[in-house]
């Protein structure tokens, strides 16, 4: 069975910077699309960005140039760093796996198979 376990998050103030981890057991990890979401009180969850496993990313339009998104197929875990962080990126942050990339939209909640437990983002003003 696919596990993911984040960790990383926690309290920040504006323009601070955090790392979220995500590690992948009990699958192929190397072969997912790996996506990170996130969720504010009362909204939706969103798209923040995505990593291939051909290694191509894709970032919400008001994350780029301050989030990163990256993978370490040796150690089944991928990253999202966030700099310059804003009270707006305040959420629940998700990590997700594709596990039949092709499917579906990156951007989409509805292509992603299997979620981690999230971890809660706070920025303050």
């Known amino acids: 069975q696919v596990q993911l376990v984040q960790s990383g998050g926690g309290f920040v103030q504006t323009g601070g910077s955090l790392r979220l981890s995500c590690a992948v057991s009990g699958g192929t990890f190397s072969t997912y699309s790996m996506g990170w979401f996130r969720q504010a009180p009362g909204e939706c969850r969103d798209f923040v960005s995505t990593?291939?496993?051909?290694?191509?990313?894709y970032y919400l339009e008001a994350v780029k140039g301050r989030f990163t998104i990256s993978r370490d197929n040796a150690k089944n875990t991928v990253y999202l760093q966030m700099n310059s962080l804003k009270p707006e990126d305040t959420a629940v942050y998700y990590c997700?796996?594709?596990?039949?990339?092709?499917?579906?939209?990156?951007?989409?909640?509805?292509?992603?198979?299997?979620w981690g437990q999230g971890t809660q983002v706070t920025v303050s003003s």
């Open positions: 990593i291939t496993a051909s290694g191509n990313t």
């Open positions: 997700a796996a594709d596990s039949l990339p092709g499917r579906g939209s990156l951007g989409s909640i509805d292509t992603y198979d299997y």
